[in-house]
């Protein structure tokens, strides 16, 4: 069993940034991915970034890359999402996940990812 809980939330104006936390407890291995998706009202759940727990390939959408960064504590077992140039369009839930399917790929659908945190709420005002 793995629980995720994010923080970092808020409101934001255009240009301006906010980092996402995800602290995780349980036994995470070092195979699993960690990703962060976002969904936002109306819309489906899409895969923002993902990396995974050792390290290596890191996964981007193409709307946030170069925007937005994806790390990793190993120490804490925190994963962050560091987002710049906020944009309006990054309104959304912001989720954090954890994929334990062992694959060769990174998971880009939110089917592929067995353990979610709670979202939190970021705010893009124009």
Do not use: H
Not at 22 to 27: L, N, T, V
Not at 63 to 88: C, H, W
Not at 101 to 126: F, H, K, N, P, R
């Amino acid at each position: 069993q793995v629980q995720l809980v994010e923080s970092g939330g808020g409101l934001v104006q255009a240009g301006g940034s906010l980092r996402l936390s995800c602290a995780a407890s349980g036994r995470i291995f070092s195979f699993y991915v960690m990703g962060w998706f976002r969904q936002a009202p109306g819309k489906e759940r899409g895969l923002v970034a993902a990396q995974r727990w050792s390290g290596g390939t890191i996964y981007y959408a193409d709307a946030v890359k170069g925007r937005f960064t994806i790390s990793r504590d190993n120490v804490k077992k925190t994963v962050y999402l560091q987002m710049n140039s906020l944009e309006p369009e990054d309104t959304a839930v912001y989720y954090c996940a954890v994929s334990t399917q062992l694959t060769s790929e990174i998971q880009t659908v939110a089917s592929g990812y067995d353990y979610w945190g709670q979202g939190t709420q970021v705010t893009v005002s124009s």
